[in-house]
């Protein structure tokens, strides 16, 4: 059912591009303070956090007020972020869709702007559809939607980050990313929270370690067995060792630290983030937690599928960062001496020696 569906939305897509004759921008349009910008980020949490760097580069330059269209899985990442005036929250379905443009229209947006890297055929419609007379996208196959586009970085050689950024250049500024970095800004109560939580667990200490065994997808659990073996070579480093995990991967989490080991899980990311904020140093597979990381800029060391794809992968854009890389479609055959080499090293270059 779902291939008919994007299927036929794909029909559509391919009508309305050759349909579409958007007359192209030809001059700068001028914006400041006075204007309102909508841009568009759906999908995934790490699909959000990687948008913030740009969304700061525009309120610290323009001024202006800045609406976010977000999706209901990555819509609470904007909340606390000082630089999103707006938070527009996509409806799914026909009548949702409906919604959302007709809300978009409503608002008298100087422009919008497409934050994705490929083609997505709901922002293709809504910018199509919308009433804003500048529409600016990366450049890809639906450009013929937009009054205009630059080309995209490469993304076999540029972070993701900076592919974002590069969109800075519509509104004529810098787009070096010296100055950048991923925005994340924990509630107040969720950082009390978590400093409660560290304390009842006497891990306040320095040196506090967190390892976290979920990932979007079951493919990236790396198995009890090899996490069992992390968790007691990472111990020789610290005493303070947290397990972190997603609240369906409680069980496993318990039997990797066989009691021995505090396990932390929230159902709630906010909080979940503010006890990664107070780390000293974080493993993870590839996750959003690891975009939380390069916020605060804690030492990281990842494992990462990269199947199929020579896109770079979504490292921490700030943190200090190694990490070892399977070409396969899972971590089955990752086996756990190929990322101790690896981590020892990490380690000693950050000064953890063996205790």
């Known amino acids: 059912m779902k291939e008919i569906e994007v299927f036929i939305k794909h029909i559509f897509l391919s009508i309305l591009l050759k349909l579409n004759k958007i007359e192209k921008e030809t001059e700068q349009p001028i914006f400041d303070e006075n204007s309102k910008l909508l841009l568009i980020r759906l999908n995934r949490i790490g699909d959000a956090l990687v948008t913030t760097p740009l969304l700061k580069n525009i309120k610290e330059n323009l001024r202006c007020k800045i609406a ?26 026909l009548l949702g869709f409906y919604k959302t443009l007709k809300l978009i229209n409503s608002n008298e947006f100087d422009a919008i702007v497409d934050l994705h890297d490929d083609v997505s055929t709901t922002v293709s419609f809504l910018v199509a559809l919308s009433k804003i007379k500048q529409k600016y996208a ?51 109560i969720s950082i009390e929270k978590a400093q409660s939580y560290l304390f009842e667990n006497h891990l306040e200490s ?22 069992k073996k ?14 972190l995990t997603a609240p369906k991967d409680i069980e496993k989490a318990k039997l990797i630290s066989n009691d021995k080991f505090p ?52 490292s921490p854009y700030k943190s200090k960062f190694d990490c070892v890389v399977t070409k396969e479609p899972n971590f089955d055959n990752l086996k756990f001496d190929e990322v101790e080499i690896k981590l020892s090293s990490f380690l000693n270059n950050l000064g953890y020696n063996k205790k």
Do not use: C
């Not at 819509?75 to 630089?83: E, G, T, V």
């Not at 992390?230 to 397990?243: A, K, P």
């Open 138 to 188: 990366l450049k890809k196959d639906n450009s013929r939607l937009f009054t205009k586009t630059i080309d995209k970085s490469d993304p076999s050689t540029s972070h993701v980050v900076d592919r974002i950024l590069k969109i800075g250049e519509f509104f004529g500024l810098e787009t070096t990313s010296k100055n950048s970095n991923i925005q994340y800004n924990p509630k107040s």
């Open 263 to 314: 396990v932390y899980h929230s159902n709630s990311f906010d909080e979940f983030a503010a006890v990664i904020s107070k780390l000293d140093l974080l493993f993870t597979p590839d996750t959003s937690i690891i975009h939380i990381a390069s916020a605060f800029e804690i030492p990281t060391f990842g494992i990462y599928v990269k199947y199929n794809t020579e896109d770079m992968i979504w």
């Open 206 to 227: 320095p040196k506090l370690i967190g390892i976290n065994i979920s990932a979007g997808s079951d493919a990236r659990f790396w198995g009890i067995d090899r996490y």
């Open 68 to 93: 976010v269209l977000a999706d209901q899985k990555n819509h609470f990442i904007f909340s606390n972020n000082p630089d999103v005036d707006e938070i527009i929250i996509f409806q799914k379905g």
């Open 230 to 243: 992390l968790v007691e070579f990472m111990s020789q480093s610290s005493n303070n060792i947290l397990l």
